[in-house]
T-cell receptor, first 116, second 114 residues
């Protein structure tokens, strides 16, 4: 089935560790996004990428890094510089206008990150 | 602050009643979208309304857009217990490089009581 796969679903990080959240899509979408959601809150944009080997900072990029070496993959690394990383992380993708549904954004099921 | 702000933050109604949620935004938009999120899950797209449209329907959903007031509303008619979820509006912004990003509001938590 086509879709967006995030892994792992649950991740525990010790203080000072970097962790990487995986996001893979087989929808042939050009644009991919990472959002952070704190309990009871809305989504805040971390990074986004419109094409391979290019990405742009969102509103809360500090303490995070991404790569876009392949169209299907957009991993997010939460570095030790992110002081309050405990949150729900959502990956999303979108076909660019002219393909499929245009502006609709499709989400994965999310990954829960907890600092222990 | 967030581009989109939903109102109310929480809404609790009886099954069968209509639910109305509002969204206000600050800057010019290309389109506005509404999404639904069940607890602990990803978001699911519900409906998109373009900046040159005023109203759109999809099943039990009705969305309006007033660009002069920079506001939108989502109406769910004949609510069901399964409609219990958080609902978010999202506005599509285009930056100076032409890249488009979606900015989400804080959401409205809707509870449908049986």
């Amino acid at each position: 089935d086509g879709g967006i796969t995030q892994s792992p679903k649950y991740l525990f990080r010790k203080e000072g560790q970097n962790v990487t959240l995986s996001c893979e899509q087989n929808l042939n979408h050009d644009a991919m996004y990472w959002y952070r959601q704190d309990p009871g809150q809305g989504l805040r944009l971390i990074y986004y990428s419109q094409i391979v080997n290019d990405f742009q900072k969102g509103d809360i990029a500090e303490g995070y890094s991404v790569s876009r070496e392949k169209k299907e993959s957009f991993p997010l690394t939460v570095t030790s510089a992110q002081k309050n990383p405990t949150a729900f992380y959502l990956c999303a993708s979108r076909p660019l206008s002219g393909q499929g549904s245009g502006n609709t954004i499709y989400f994965g099921e999310g990954s829960w990150l907890t600092v222990v | 602050s967030q581009q989109g702000e939903e109102d109310p933050q929480a809404l609790s109604i009886q099954e069968g009643e209509n639910a109305t949620m509002n969204c206000s935004y600050k800057t010019s938009i290309n389109n506005l979208q509404w999404y639904r999120q069940n607890s602990g899950r990803g978001l699911v797209h519900l409906i998109l309304i373009r900046s040159n449209e005023r109203e759109k329907h999809s099943g039990r959903l009705r969305v309006t857009l007033d660009t002069s007031k920079k506001s939108s509303s989502l109406l769910i008619t004949a609510s069901r217990a399964a409609d219990t979820a958080s609902y978010f509006c999202a506005t599509a912004l285009r930056n100076f490089q032409g890249a488009q990003k979606l900015v989400f509001g804080q959401g409205t938590r809707l509870t449908i009581n049986p």
